[in-house]
């Protein structure tokens, strides 16, 4: 994440860059607690259905950014392949009917 010159905070005037050029890591911290902030009022102001599903929006975000951390494996697990090489080999499957598809009028 590169530092710009939006303001974040409107009442003191801080940006992002002048954060970033004094110490990212507070930088980072300072950002992510002002986020914290506006999203917790944002919430309060929302319904509560919408509220939850924003909230699990913003846990799944976390997650992910979380595992984004690890990381990803360069093969296909042990034993993927034996697993699931013909797994569906003795399933029938069937197409059911599709009908008939509606006539248009042409145009």
């Not at 110490?23 to 939850?52: F, Q, W």
Request: aromatic share 8%; glycine share 4%.
């Amino acid at each position: 994440m590169m530092p710009d010159h939006r303001v974040i905070d409107r009442e003191n005037q801080i940006s992002y860059q002048s954060l970033f050029c004094l110490n990212p890591c507070i930088g980072y911290t300072v950002v992510m607690h002002i986020v914290a902030e506006e999203l917790d009022r944002k919430l309060s102001e929302m319904d509560r259905a919408t509220a939850e599903h924003v909230e699990r929006l913003v846990r799944d975000a976390l997650y992910l950014a979380q595992t984004r951390n690890e990381p990803l494996p360069q093969t296909w697990p042990e034993g993927y392949f034996a697993q699931t090489a013909g797994a569906l080999a003795g399933e029938r499957f069937e197409r059911p009917d599709q009908g008939t598809s509606p006539t248009r009028e042409a145009w």
